[in-house]
T-cell receptor, first 115, second 114 residues
Framework: AQSVTQLGSHVSVSEGALVLLRCNYS??????LFWYVQYPNQGLQLLLKYTTGATLVKGINGFEAEFKKSETSFHLTKPSAHMSDAAEYFC?????????????FGRGTSLIVHP | NAGVMQNPRHLVRRRGQEARLRCSPM?????VYWYRQLPEEGLKFMVY????????ESGMPKERFSAEFPKEGPSILRIQQVVRGDSAAYFC????????????FGSGTQLSVL
């Protein structure tokens, strides 16, 4: 079984401030981990993913995330928030289940960016 | 190279009617996933299909809901005798393989049941 917990349904930052969105996962086998972003009235877009190898992964729009196995975490960060970053962010985990990989998503964190 | 296409974008049904949601995956993708999104609840997995086969439907209600992905044509999510609780955004995603490494999402269908 796999699950994802995103701490904080809403995160508010000022433009130019650090963005930190938290994600903890549970998986009985080595996971693949993802962050997706959803803008209003749109589908989800992949920001970044971890499968194997380097634990610090860089994604689009200046975001990055670090896989920490000991903490079962995959927090998303960006050094300086931009107004255009305001959106809903979803963490997801995938691991093999009966031969198929079906992503499980967290509840989402709404990022609010103040001018 | 068109992305994942879902239609209609908005669907209004009265209680007891049927809802049909369509999803055309990206070209070359043979794997389709359906998710339901409710406010404050994130995306809930419903069903995973490959061409002509249902691989995993563990997230789909046993009654009134069905899905198909025929050899030709789009994937269809069908909800019979809709109830108000079915009101939600339904998202389809496709991938080229079964590893789930990257899903491409459509813009969703917002179903409203009156």
């Amino acid at each position: 079984a796999q699950s994802v917990t995103q701490l904080g349904s809403h995160v508010s930052v000022s433009e130019g401030a650090l963005v930190l969105l938290r994600c903890n996962y549970s998986s009985s086998v080595p996971p693949y981990l993802f962050w997706y972003v959803q803008y209003p009235n749109q589908g989800l877009q992949l920001l970044l993913k971890y499968t194997t190898g380097a634990t610090l992964v860089k994604g689009i729009n200046g975001f990055e995330a670090e896989f920490k196995k000991s903490e079962t975490s995959f927090h998303l960060t960006k050094p300086s928030a931009h107004m255009s970053d305001a959106a809903e962010y979803f963490c997801a985990v995938t691991s093999a289940s009966g031969g198929s990989y079906i992503p499980t998503f967290g509840r989402g964190t709404s990022l609010i960016v103040h001018p | 190279n068109a992305g994942v296409m879902q239609n209609p974008r908005h669907l209004v049904r009265r209680r007891g009617q049927e809802a049909r949601l369509r999803c055309s995956p990206m070209k070359g993708h043979s794997h389709v996933y359906w998710y339901r999104q409710l406010p404050e609840e994130g995306l809930k997995f419903m069903v995973y299909l490959q061409k002509e086969n249902i691989i995993d439907e563990s997230g789909m209600p046993k009654e009134r809901f069905s899905a198909e992905f025929p050899k030709e044509g789009p994937s269809i999510l069908r909800i019979q005798q809709v109830v108000r609780g079915d009101s939600a955004a339904y998202f389809c995603a496709s991938s080229p393989g079964q590893s789930g490494e990257k899903l491409f999402f459509g813009s969703g269908t917002q179903l409203s049941v009156l």
